[in-house]
């Protein structure tokens, strides 16, 4: 089993639609969780960024780590077609080594 | 400008061949990464350096090899490339961890895309 695991598959919604993504994970000890993303022929950037437990807010972004259940979600609110990009979740201890997911690809549609 | 800068920033070469893919930045951390991308298996680490005097080994470093000049300056080398090293390759760069502050953020360069025939 990955460390990481997050469903590659690609995901299109209509422009003003919530994009819903997530990722689990198996390591317990995991405590910085990250958000990503990688527009095409770019590397990736950080997106949104979560210690521990909890939800956080950022304009129309918002994430949310569980960790009883090791599950970790992106909301993308008001989606736009400058939102299409491929969002990778990353994780890790606290050791500056990150486990990343294998990256869902969005496409928002005018 | 760019914090973080890869050249060349797309490469064709031939299998056998020696290729060095360079990294360099201006954000003053010290912790610097070589990762390659590939499509349905996400970003693999190949190797890491926490500083000038320390090299580490990733997940995937067979067939590569790296050497980190100063602290600005990162290079990757595959010293005699094969078609399964084509990827996107990706250098990145965190700071040290503080107590209680850190974000174990990594920062990209904008990617190597490497193809070999």
């Known amino acids: 089993q990955k460390e990481v695991e997050q469903d590659p598959g690609p995901l299109s919604v209509p422009e003003g639609a919530i994009v819903s993504l997530n990722c689990t994970y198996s390591?317990?000890?995991?405590?910085?969780f990250m958000w990503y993303r990688q527009y095409s022929r770019k590397g990736p950037e950080l997106l949104m960024y979560?210690?521990?437990?909890g939800n956080k807010e950022d304009g129309r972004f918002t994430a949310q780590v569980d960790k009883s259940s090791k599950y970790i979600s992106l909301f993308i609110r008001d989606s736009q077609p400058s939102d299409s990009a491929t969002y990778l979740c990353a994780m890790s201890k606290g050791n500056n080594r990150l486990a990343f997911g294998k990256g869902n690809q969005v496409v928002v549609i005018p | 400008d760019a914090d973080v800068t890869q050249t060349p920033r797309n490469r064709i070469t031939k299998t056998g061949k020696r290729i060095m893919l360079e990294c360099s930045q201006t954000?003053?951390?010290?912790?610097m990464y070589w990762y390659r991308q590939d499509p349905g298996l996400g970003l693999r680490l190949i190797y890491y350096?926490?500083?000038?005097?320390?090299?580490n080994k990733g997940e995937i470093s067979d067939g590569y090899s790296v050497s980190r000049q100063a602290q600005a300056k990162f290079s990757l080398s595959l010293e005699s490339a094969i078609p399964n090293q084509t990827a996107l390759y990706f250098c990145?760069?965190?700071?040290?961890?503080?107590?209680?502050?850190?974000?174990?953020?990594?920062?990209f360069g904008p990617g190597t895309r490497l193809t070999v025939l």
């Open positions: 990145a760069t965190s700071d040290l961890p503080s107590t209680g502050t850190s974000t174990d953020t990594q920062y």
């Open positions: 350096s926490f500083d000038v005097k320390d090299i």
């Open positions: 390591n317990s000890a995991f405590q910085y």
């Open positions: 979560t210690y521990s437990s």
């Open positions: 954000k003053g951390h010290d912790r």
